[in-house]
């Protein structure tokens, strides 16, 4: 599996792009990079997924570098309800066609009024 | 909308008791995830099971066990529950071609 490793914490002042980065200097050609987060007391929800593609969707965008290495997940206008833990996974797929996940630590986001 | 519910929010239980966590997923999904979260630990996987009578262990197997009788039900059991067993239970289906896994709200043990 390839490892992910994210910043412990990040502020961000409600209203302005929240910006998350990850490193998966280790990922294969065909693996993905997904996005979770968790708010308090809930458990994960899927936010976004990306190959090597840009990608955007109503709760936030994907930049993955050309080299694959890194990503940023991005929280265009980030409100008091984006304060959560953001995980960043890199998704493994076996022969079987399921696909076993494995969650890091992730960055606890904090957004300050 | 895909819903995972879990049998309990909070459960508290002794040293040595038999411990059963029900999952149960209404979208016929063919996977299903047991987690634990720990603080500092994030997320581990116990056990996942791909298909009914299914299953394969994941990181972290010692002490639990699961079964998986029909498809949309998974339970996770601890056969002798230990106090290094207290904590988050998060339970997770996903359906077979879908990138996104759907999470139920937890189950918080507490062993005493």
């Known amino acids: 599996d390839a490892k992910t490793t994210q910043p412990p914490s990040m502020d961000c002042a409600e209203g302005r792009a929240a910006n998350l980065p990850c490193n998966h200097s280790?990922?294969?050609?065909?693996?993905?990079v997904y996005w979770y987060r968790q708010i308090h007391s809930q458990g994960p929800q899927y936010i976004i997924h990306g190959l090597k593609n840009n990608e955007t969707n109503e709760m936030a965008s994907l930049i993955i570098t050309e080299d694959r290495k890194s990503s940023t997940l991005i929280l265009p206008h980030a409100t008091l309800r984006d304060t959560a833990v953001y995980y960043c996974i890199v998704r493994v797929s076996n022969s079987g066609g399921y696909q076993k996940v494995t969650f890091g630590t992730g960055t606890k986001l904090q957004v300050i009024p | 909308d895909v819903k995972v519910t879990q049998s309990s929010r909070y459960l508290v239980k002794r040293t040595g008791e038999k411990v059963f966590l029900e999952c149960v997923q209404d979208m016929d999904h063919e996977n299903m995830f047991w987690y634990r979260q720990d603080p500092g630990l994030g997320l581990r996987l116990i056990y996942f099971s791909y298909d009914v009578k299914m299953k394969e262990k994941g990181d972290i197997p010692e002490g639990y066990s699961v079964s998986r009788e029909k498809k949309e039900r998974f339970s996770l059991i601890l056969e002798s529950a230990s106090t290094n067993q207290t904590s988050m239970y998060l339970c997770?289906?996903?359906?077979?071609?879908?990138?996104?896994?759907?999470f139920g709200p937890g189950t918080r043990l507490t062993v005493t």
């Open positions: 997770a289906s996903q359906g077979a071609g879908i990138y996104e896994q759907y």
């Open positions: 280790t990922i294969s050609g065909n693996e993905y």
